[in-house]
């Protein structure tokens, strides 16, 4: 697995791995391997495909091992959107059994938690999203003075998908298993990113998706505590205990569970390599004159920078980047179709302008150090440029409009 391939005559430079991450060779192999040997349907009882049945539940016992759950509080998924949508949506459902109809989240989760959170406003739900501050952290106090007697559920995401930010979820789900709401976390950028256990950490459910951490695509997996009560989203069959339904994807999930244990076994020494990497990035792009970091710059994952320039647009930087042979982001991958700025800044306080100016490096540990030297020097070759014949631009230093940043 590398994160440079050919392109042409260069090598490209692949920084944008919060969006995906290339499958690693143990995952490949696992999913070949079980795509060859064990191609039966798990739910069939001869043996071709209780063999199956076998390799599903083995990778079950080994991603539940990977985060401090029992096997039986795994359900296997399509991938993250799935897994909150199925949270969520089975929380608000207790809720309603109880007389409860209120949630408490932020204002700068993944659309994936937001659009579900509007479904049910649509519903009679109240959401209280609470305000992200300007370092991009989610106070625990704030958490606690949000909820109310009607409250069913807190979502929170674990670490933000754009700026990186990891949240105070320990103290979060203390605060909720006190008051005794239920708590959900996205974690889709954080697990196989950071040593996660879900009891210590009080969490009650919690989502996840292959493809973020050198897994496959369309397969992610859902955690939720013994006692709860999962409502379904998806009717058929009888899989994932009656409560997802579909025939398991055995490969790609046997796949999963490789990846992850190979990640997880790795966190120490790959954390080491990528700090010193994402602070050298941090350093050299805070020589641009009017740019700023986004989001805390300690309680952020280890593979992610994310700045704004004053005077231009994100989506010209991200194409002169790619004529260099880097590739990298604006921010989320599910809006990169949008032109309208990241919700994620708005949430931080950056203002429009500032904001439609933004770029997300989400680098892995095979860069090289020639690599990070290369990306700080493009981006400075480029933001130099394009400012060069930005009207924004030239009224800022003419004086007719005052710098943000």
């Not at 739900?125 to 991009?136: A, K, R, S, Y």
């Not at 050198?214 to 997996?221: A, Q």
């Not at 400075?380 to 394009?386: A, I, P, R």
Request: net charge negative.
């Amino acid at each position: 697995m590398s994160a440079t391939e050919k392109k042409g005559e260069y090598s490209v430079i692949y920084a944008d791995n919060a969006a995906t991450t290339p499958m690693s060779e143990v995952a490949i192999n696992t999913m070949v391997k079980v795509m060859k040997e064990n191609f039966g349907n798990p739910s069939s009882l001869y043996s071709i495909g209780q063999k199956a049945k076998e390799v599903l539940e083995e990778a079950r016992e080994e991603v539940a091992a990977l985060i401090g759950a029992s096997p039986k509080e795994i359900y296997f998924t399509s991938g993250g959107s799935e897994a909150d949508n199925q949270a969520i949506i089975s929380a608000a459902n207790l809720g309603i059994k109880s007389g409860k109809k209120h949630i408490v989240s932020t204002a700068f989760e993944h659309h994936a938690v937001l659009h579900t959170l509007e479904k049910l406003k649509k519903e009679g739900f109240e959401v209280t999203l609470l305000d992200v501050h300007e370092n991009g952290l989610v106070a625990p106090e704030e958490v606690a003075a949000a909820i109310r007697e009607d409250t069913c559920l807190v979502t929170i995401m674990y670490a933000n998908n754009e700026i990186g930010t990891i949240q105070p979820i320990r103290e979060i789900g203390k605060i909720c298993r006190e008051k005794k709401v239920l708590f959900h976390t996205d974690a889709v950028q954080a697990v196989g990113h950071l040593h996660i256990d879900v009891e210590a950490e009080n969490i009650d459910m919690m989502s996840a998706s292959a493809h973020k951490f050198h897994g496959p695509k369309g397969v992610g997996f859902l955690y939720v505590k013994k006692g709860i009560k999962l409502s379904n989203i998806i009717e058929g069959g009888a899989q994932e205990r009656g409560k997802r339904a579909g025939t398991e994807d055995v490969a790609g999930i046997a796949a999963m569970a490789a990846a992850l244990k190979d990640v997880v076994g790795k966190i120490d020494s790959n954390t080491d390599n990528l700090l010193k990497k994402r602070n050298r990035l941090i350093e050299g792009l805070k020589e641009i004159p009017h740019s700023a970091l986004n989001g805390d710059s300690e309680s952020r994952l280890p593979s992610n920078v994310n700045f704004c320039f004053e005077g231009i647009e994100g989506e010209s930087l991200l194409l002169l980047l790619d004529d260099k042979g880097i590739q990298a982001s604006s921010g989320s991958a599910c809006t990169s179709g949008s032109l309208d700025p990241s919700h994620v800044l708005l949430a931080i306080g950056r203002v429009h302008d500032v904001a439609h100016g933004s770029l997300r490096l989400s680098i892995s540990e095979d860069l090289s150090d020639q690599d990070i030297e290369y990306i700080i020097k493009s981006v400075k070759e480029v933001v130099e440029y394009l400012r060069g014949f930005s009207p924004v631009w030239r009224d800022l230093v003419n004086g007719k409009t005052q710098f943000i940043l």
